[in-house]
T-cell receptor
């Protein structure tokens, strides 16, 4: 069974631009969560989607948004990029809503904002 | 709110040395506790977990026991290998969801094992 895939793996953008990252969960998984990983703040939760509905949201500004499609694939969007948005963005999928015990992470998308 | 504190790194050990990475937590309710590992250039992998007090999680020679009385979940391994070099994250499940999300992570501890 294929794992969680994230595209693109690497991305370079400039301040003020917007970016869209994609996550394809493991087949059959309906929950997708997104995390931001930076050297300073560590791993921080962004949001969680389950069956196309946002179930939970972390403490991030409105520039960060996401959605989930009927096939459980998820996208996150960051508008008006800032230098501080440079990070590794990790996606995780699980079978169930808030299924921490069965959460599988993708390899991440590394975003560099110049 | 809920939080996880783990020892600062980096930790450098020789092969076959004993490993302990300390992790303590603050939480309301009864969270599940996890250790994740991140190898260079990769995403996180679940290493082990414990879902209730006194449970011991184990995998690949690593162990951690859920200690409610000391609010700790220290990671141990009796004999580390070079291939164990990675960043280790302690995490807890945020049962209440809320604004902190479904997993709360510690800052991570980088382990380097020298041959």
């Amino acid at each position: 069974k294929a794992g969680v895939t994230q595209t693109p793996r690497y991305l370079i953008k400039t301040r003020g631009q917007q970016v869209t990252l994609s996550c394809s969960p493991i087949s059959g998984h309906r929950s997708v969560s997104w995390y931001q990983q930076t050297p300073g703040q560590g791993l921080q939760f962004l949001f969680e989607y389950f069956s196309e509905t946002q179930r939970n949201k972390g403490n991030f500004p409105g520039r960060f948004s996401g959605r989930q499609f009927s096939n459980s694939r998820s996208e996150m969007n960051v508008s008006t990029l800032e230098l501080g948005d440079s990070a590794l963005y990790l996606c995780a999928s699980s079978l169930e809503d808030r299924g921490w015990e069965t959460q599988y992470f993708g390899p991440g998308t590394r975003l560099l904002v110049l | 709110g809920n939080s996880v504190t783990q020892m600062e790194g980096p930790v450098t050990l020789s092969e076959e040395a004993f490993l302990t990475i300390n992790c303590t937590y603050t939480a309301t309710g009864y969270p599940s506790l996890f250790w994740y590992v991140q190898y260079p250039g990769e995403g996180l992998q679940l290493l082990l977990k414990a879902t209730k007090a006194d449970d011991k999680g184990s995998n690949k020679g690593f162990e951690a026991t859920y200690r409610k009385e000391t609010t700790s979940f220290h990671l141990e391994k009796g004999s580390v290998q070079v291939s164990d070099s990675a960043v280790y994250f302690c995490a807890l499940s945020d049962e209440n969801g809320g604004s902190q999300g479904n997993l709360i992570f510690g800052k991570g501890t980088k382990l380097s094992v020298k041959p």
